[in-house]
């Protein structure tokens, strides 16, 4: 799994990376809890399904509403993705698909 965190639009914090175990691109972005000191609100945490952010495009679309991402962004997490191939589950990782 890769993560990169960057400073966002109006006080949120938006990380973005590739999860291999779940073969997709993730975007979570989390803002100051208004009441809670030192919490956070998630505001928005999409890529928790298989395949479902395929491609860093995607991912970079929708954190890109949220804050200005590096143009050479879509490179590092495709990079991120190429890293993993060679990868395999190990013995927890495939314990927990039987589950």
């Known amino acids: 799994m890769s993560r990169h965190t960057f400073t966002g639009n109006a006080g949120t914090t ?11 691109f993730f975007v979570q972005v989390l803002r100051p809890h208004p009441t809670m000191k030192g919490e956070e609100d998630m505001v928005e945490w999409q890529g928790t399904e298989p395949d479902e952010l395929p491609t860093a495009a995607a991912a970079i679309e929708i954190a890109g509403r949220y804050a200005n991402l590096p143009e050479t962004l879509g490179a590092t997490l495709e990079t991120d993705r190429l890293k993993t191939l060679g990868s395999v589950d190990g013995p927890a990782q495939r314990f927990l698909y039987r589950s």
């Open 14 to 24: 938006v990380a973005i990376g590739w999860d291999r175990p779940l073969a997709t």
